[in-house]
T-cell receptor, first 114, second 113 residues
Framework: NAGVTQTPKFRVLKTGQSMTLLCAQD?????MYWYRQDPGMGLRLIHY???????AKGEVPDGYNVSRLKKQNFLLGLESAAPSQTSVYFC?????????????FGDGTRLSIL | GENVEQHPSTLSVQEGDSAVIKCTYS??????FPWYKQELGKRPQLIID?????GEKKDQRIAVTLNKTAKHFSLHITETQPEDSAVYFC????????????FGSGTRLLVRP
């Protein structure tokens, strides 16, 4: 099993450009999450999904959209990138919310907005 | 809103000494408290977790304690080694239909040889 795979690993965008970050998991997990990590602020939840076709807002959802069309994939979109969205983005997944199983993280995507 | 406070932000210890990191959470309904270790440029990895029905859990050199009344939980690392150097994050959340975690801001641990 590859676990949680994020693509791309690095990306540089100009302000106003759009892009999509892809998260894929092969563990048959129901729940998936997108976090951003900024220096000195830990991990903050952007959006999450508790199953195929469902999404919900986390702590810092503004400026982002997500989709979960397939159980194994969770996409994070930036429609009009802003310098404040420069960050490291981590995707995570877990079996369910009741399974006593931890959240497993991907390797992250380092995104710079110029 | 819900938050988790973590202290200290940096911690430097001599190899072989113990290290303690403390967290306080605000949501009294939280029932799950994981600790993650993140090495430079790597993904966060779970090192230990505790649920609200126990007060302490140990795994070799690491242990976690939980005081639900005070809403405090702590990570204890004994006999520290240079490879323990990393950033450690605590988190609090609910094992329920959403399973959202709120993370602390992290502690950078440096173990001096």
């Amino acid at each position: 099993n590859a676990g949680v795979t994020q693509t791309p690993k690095f990306r540089v965008l100009k302000t106003g450009q759009s892009m999509t970050l892809l998260c894929a998991q092969d563990m048959n997990h129901e729940y998936m999450y997108w976090y951003r990590q900024d220096p000195g602020m830990g991990l903050r939840l952007i959006h999450y999904s508790v199953g195929e076709g469902t999404t919900a807002k986390g702590e810092v959802p503004d400026g982002y959209n997500v989709s979960r069309l397939k159980k194994q994939n969770f996409l994070l979109g930036l429609e009009s990138a802003a310098p404040s969205q420069t960050s490291v983005y981590f995707c995570a997944s877990s079996l369910t919310g009741y399974s006593n199983q931890p959240q497993h993280f991907g390797d992250g995507t380092r995104l710079s907005i110029l | 809103g819900e938050n988790v406070e973590q202290h200290p932000s940096t911690l430097s210890v001599q190899e072989g000494d113990s290290a303690v990191i403390k967290c306080t959470y605000s949501d009294s309904a939280s029932n799950y408290f994981p600790w993650y270790k993140q090495e430079l440029g790597k993904r966060p990895q779970l090192i230990i977790d505790i649920r609200s029905n126990v007060g302490e859990k140990k795994d070799q050199r690491i242990a976690v304690t939980l005081n639900k009344t005070a809403k405090h939980f702590s990570l204890h690392i004994t006999e520290t080694q240079p490879e323990d150097s990393a950033v450690y994050f605590c988190a609090a959340g609910r094992m329920d239909s959403s399973y959202k975690l709120i993370f602390g801001s992290g502690t950078r641990l440096l173990v001096r040889p």
